[in-house]
């Protein structure tokens, strides 16, 4: 099992920065994969960014130059990096770890920027 805690979300104005973390805990080991998924009201939930166990990562066209995924192995945390922010970047957003048969998540922390 392995459960997942985010924080760092709030209200910011366009053009700001947010940092968010995920707190990682439990079998750490079987994760192949980390990211960050968004959620914005009555959309589908979508990928924003990933990183894998080797170190490369990937983004979302949308959030290319803007955002930065990272991760600290001795924390056990997950960070995102958001910069120049738009109004649609706007949702909650969540942490997820891929293990071998599953995907975990987080509960989500909220995001929203106002124009």
């Known amino acids: 099992q392995v459960q997942l805690v985010e924080s760092g979300g709030g209200l910011v104005q366009a053009g700001g920065s947010l940092r968010l973390s995920c707190a990682a805990s439990?079998?750490?080991?079987?994760?192949?994969?980390m990211g960050w998924y968004r959620q914005a009201p009555e959309k589908q939930r979508e990928l924003v960014a990933t990183?894998?166990?080797?170190?490369?990562?990937n983004y979302a066209d949308s959030v290319k130059g803007r955002f930065t995924i990272s991760r600290d192995n001795a924390k056990n945390t997950l960070y995102l990096q958001m910069n120049s922010l738009k109004p649609e970047d706007t949702a909650v957003y969540y942490c997820?770890?891929?293990?071998?048969?599953?995907?975990?998540w987080g509960q989500g922390t909220q995001v929203t920027v106002s124009s």
């Open positions: 439990g079998s750490m080991f079987s994760i192949n994969a």
């Open positions: 990183i894998f166990r080797g170190g490369s990562t």
């Open positions: 997820s770890a891929q293990g071998p048969v599953r995907v975990y």
